[in-house]
Each structure stands twice: as structure tokens, then as C-alpha cells.
């Protein structure tokens, strides 16, 4: 890999373009809500349909049998438990309609909150069916969970699939979570695609709403590979269509505070790459030891033809590792994603508010705000080393007519409270409220200027888990 | 976020309605055969059900029933077998076995109505072919079996034959 023809260091006078405008980037497919709500009626839609599937499968003296009530409440379990893991799936493929409304941020945290109904929705159809049967056959109930795993089609391999399931879901519990690193837990849990895919065929095969109704059978193996195919287009074949399209490669790493790197690539066309200021991508250095993981890290700059800059805080295995990173290491990326950008206002003004590494989702967009904007930022941190990139914000901020405050020291001292925001945004009525930094602080704040009168729609955030 | 949950909701009513309105549309009331539980029987789908007899004796009164008086048709108990319970109709001309059908069956779940469904043709044949019950049974449906000839021999001993 040849050297680039102009240093980085100096190619990137990010936060002083003035004059003369960059070539115009291409414009950013502005975010839909309608798409998400559309989205959200057909989620709806098909868990009303499936559910329904189950009553149409049924007769009342069926019910009635010896274990009636068991066997439909299995079948019941079972459908709604497996649509829900459907959409689990969908809520992590990344279709950039939605994830453009709702923010990747957004749709991890209905994904986070959804996680707990299908696997035990499935846990209680296992434990159902095998009842209902039992109760049919007069026979006990280990006996009856033999029969089922040896002399039903499918019926073993979906069960070793909840296995893996459950395990997934135990691992994901937030105690058992906080001790594995992020590498181990990312990678245990693709495994929830095999354990889908196994537990597929059992489904069509044995579904009363299955058998002997091709039309419902053709209908749920659409909407399976549709998934399957969403997947694979977007989190798969669009990441490396960007990738061998953009040539990503390591030109610099330049230290930015204790702890903080800042990562510039260099790469071909980035100035068809559609961002948006306070997007984040996915990165996946092609290293030896981690060219199987990819992070989200936020651009800390929009990109400048041929760089484009990211700047991460060592705090865990990966961030840590990338102060080593050499030039010329391939990069490919997936993104950018995020609703956290100057499309989702909705007031006449903003207010930025970052702590600590946050900053670099706010640095990008501050350089997305118009001019006359008048943004106010603040920026909190506990030392004034921590303050990174303070220097590129202060610029920003005064090239756009704003206000920075610099909040540095303990949480007493110089935390954001009711007081000292009232007195440092008096107009926060008029300003919508972007937050960025670690979960505990940004929930902090939404819940602080909600209490302030902010609704819903006019607060931005995006939260680092660490 | 509040919104969100009643597009979901609105989503889910309109999806339940919809599939219970297109099944009410496309599935007409299913047949009912006599000791058959409604929504559940199934015909045999090896054969029609057979009208019953041409002869003096109905299915329904096999006391009078005798070896050698035309032909005549009778359904055994319902029997419970593993997974369910069936009842069989065997129809007699003079002494010979001339069909079975099963009029009734009702299965825990699919699967095994599945099962029952591929046996009940290979159990036909075996009692068409012994002219009797004593059958061996289809291996792999041995419950549906035992219970196919346990509800024909009952059949068989209301019109006192054999």
C-alpha cells in the first residue's frame, strides 16, 4: 500500500472548512416515520395473524379431548413465540428504511426488550406440547418427551435449537452479560441463527396450522426466507458492496487524549458515501488477531475526500487495540446507521449535550448544522484531559453563532441538573435535545429535560454501552 | 413510544380479524359423520363413506343381522387409541368383508392424524385380503392398529359374524 500522496495530518483541517464548500455529498435518504409506522402495523398485522392461525387450527371438541387445552396452548406458545423470534430477527437486519426512523440505538433496545418473550413463549410450548401429549396418550410425561424426541420428525434438532435459545438467553442476562467481553458474547450469540434454522422444519412439518394448509405453509416459509434474505442483503452483501466500493485502509492514528485514539482512514469515493453528522458505522479491521469482530464507532468528522476519521476510547479488548493499528490495515464497514442526526429535529434549534467519548457522535453532527444555527453544546467530563477534540467543537460552535459550556469536574460540581440547564439553555423550549454518551448519563438527561417539558419527538440520543 | 404500541396493536387486531374473515370464507362447515366429533372427522381416504345397507339389516339395527343375508353395514365403537380415537364401518355382503372405512377419527395433533391417515389404506387392504380382523397391523402406527381392529371386530360382533 503506497503511502497517500498528502499527509493525513494535515489533509484533515476537519472543523475549518470554510470558504469554498466541499463537493456536494450525496444526499442523505432523509428518514420516514411513516415507514416506520408502516412497519410497525405490519408487525402487528402478522402476530394477530398468527395467533389467529392457531384458533382457525382448532375445534372446540377437540379442546375437549384429553389434553386439549394443553396441546392448543402449545401450539399457541409455539406460533406467537416463533413470530416473536422473527421479529427479533428483523429488528436487528438493519433495513435502512426503518433503521433511518428508528435509530439502530432505538431498534437494539426493542430488541433487548422483546428478547425475553419468544424464548420463554418457546420454553412454555415445549413444556405444553409434551403435557398436552402425554395427557393424549395416557402415558408419563418423560416417557411422552422420548416419544416426541425420538419419533417425531424435527422434533429433536428443534429442541437442541432451544437449547441454544435458552442458553443465549441466559448469557444475555444483564449480571451474567457484564463478565463476558463483548467479542465472546457477539459471537455466542450468532449462534441464534442456527438455532432458528433448526427449529424451522419441525414447525412446517408438525404446525397444525400447517398441516394440510399449503397456503399458510407457503406463506410462512416466504416470510422465513424474506427475513432470511433481509438479512443477508443488509447485514451481509451491502456492508461488502460498501466496503469493496470504498477501499477503506488504515492512514494514521493519531492520539487525541488519555486513552483516545483517533483512527483516519483513507479510501476511494467517499464522497458518495451517504452520512449524516453523528452517524456511526460498524468497523471491521482486517488484523490477524480481529478481522472477525465489528464495532460501532462513531465518525467523529464527516468524511473529507479521502478520509474519513473515527475516534474511539480504549475501554474494552477491541477499542483498546486499535493505538496499535498500522497504516495500510484494510478496513471494511458496515453503515452508517443512526437517527441521530440533524434529520430528526424538529424544532427551530438544538441543544448538543455530550459526556466524555460522546463527543465524537456530537463533533460530527455540529458540522452537519447550518450556519446560523446557534446550537448550544455541552460538553462534560470529569478532567479537562478527557475533554478530547474540544479544540474542532469550539470552532464549530463559534463558525455556527453557538454556545459552549464545558462542564469539567465530579458530578457535584459540575453535573447537568435542572438548575444549571435552565440557566445555560434558557430557551429550551424552542431547541430539540441531542444527547450522546454512556447509557447511565444519557438516560440521565432524557429524564431530566423531559421533567423540563421536552416531548418525546424533539430528544435525540444515542448511548454507548460499554 | 406510546404510539407505537397502538400501530402495533391496531396491526394485530386487523391480522387476527383478517385471517379468522378469510378462514370463515374459504372453509365451509366440515362434514359430520355419525360418531364423529364435529370439526374433526375425517373419511377414511381409502374409500367413500359406503351408503348403508342394501339389505334388510341396517348399520343401525345389527341384532336381526345374520351371516348370508345380503349386504350390510355397521360401525364399531370408538375406540381410544394413543394419540386419539377412531371408529370403524365395515360392510358385509353375505359372510365376506367387502369394505371398511373409518368414518370417525380424531387425533391429538396433526402428526398423528398423519400417521393414521397413511395407515388406515394399508389396514383396508389387510382386512379386505384376511376377510377378517385378525390383521398384523402397519408397524409404526401400532396404536391406530390395534384400536382399527378392536373397533372392527366390535362392528363384526354386532352383525354376529365370525
Known sequence: MSAPAVRPGQALPVGRRRGRRAPARPRVPVPRPAAARIALLAAGAGLGAATALTFTAETASQLRTPGGPATFAGSLTGMTGTYLALMMVLLVSRIPVIERVLGQDGLLRWHRRLAPWPISLLVAHAVFITVGYAQAARSGLWHEAGVLLTRYPYVLIATIGLGIMCLIGVISIRAIRGRLSRETWWLVHLYMYLALALSFAHVIVLGPSFVGHPLTRAVWSLAWAGTAGLVLAYRFGLPVVRSLRHRLVVAEVRPEGPGVVSVICSGRRLDELPVAGGQFMLWRFLTRGSWWQAHPYSLSALPQPPYLRLTVKAVGGHSASLASLRPGTPVMVEGPYGAFTRHAQVRPGAVLVAAGIGVTALRSLLEDLPRKSAPVVLLRASRPADLVLGQEVSDLVRHRRGQLHTLVGDREQAGIDERSLRQLVPDLRRRDVYVCGPEGFVAGIVDLVKRLGVPDEAIHHEAFAL | ?162
Not at chain 2, 47 to 74: E, F, L, Q
Open chain 2, 1 to 162: 413510544m406510546k404510539r407505537a404500541a397502538w400501530y402495533l396493536a391496531a396491526g394485530a387486531v386487523a391480522g387476527f380479524a383478517g385471517v379468522l374473515g378469510l378462514h370463515g370464507r374459504t372453509a365451509p362447515a366440515e362434514p359430520r359423520a355419525a360418531g364423529g366429533a364435529p370439526g374433526r372427522t375425517q373419511p377414511s381416504p381409502s374409500a367413500p363413506s359406503s351408503p348403508s345397507g342394501t339389505g334388510p339389516a341396517a348399520g343401525s339395527s345389527p341384532g336381526r343381522a345374520t351371516a348370508g343375508g345380503g349386504t350390510h353395514s355397521v360401525t364399531g365403537a370408538l375406540e381410544q387409541f394413543g394419540y386419539g380415537e377412531l371408529a370403524v364401518r365395515v360392510t358385509v355382503t353375505g359372510s365376506r368383508i367387502t369394505n371398511v372405512t373409518v368414518p370417525a377419527i380424531q387425533t391429538a395433533e396433526p402428526f398423528s392424524r398423519q400417521l393414521s391417515e397413511q395407515a388406515i389404506p394399508l389396514l383396508r387392504s389387510q382386512v379386505l385380503t384376511a376377510d377378517s380382523a385378525s390383521i398384523n397391523g402397519v408397524s409404526g402406527a401400532t396404536f391406530t392398529s390395534e384400536a382399527y381392529a378392536t373397533s372392527l371386530q366390535a362392528a363384526l360382533d354386532k352383525l354376529h359374524l365370525k
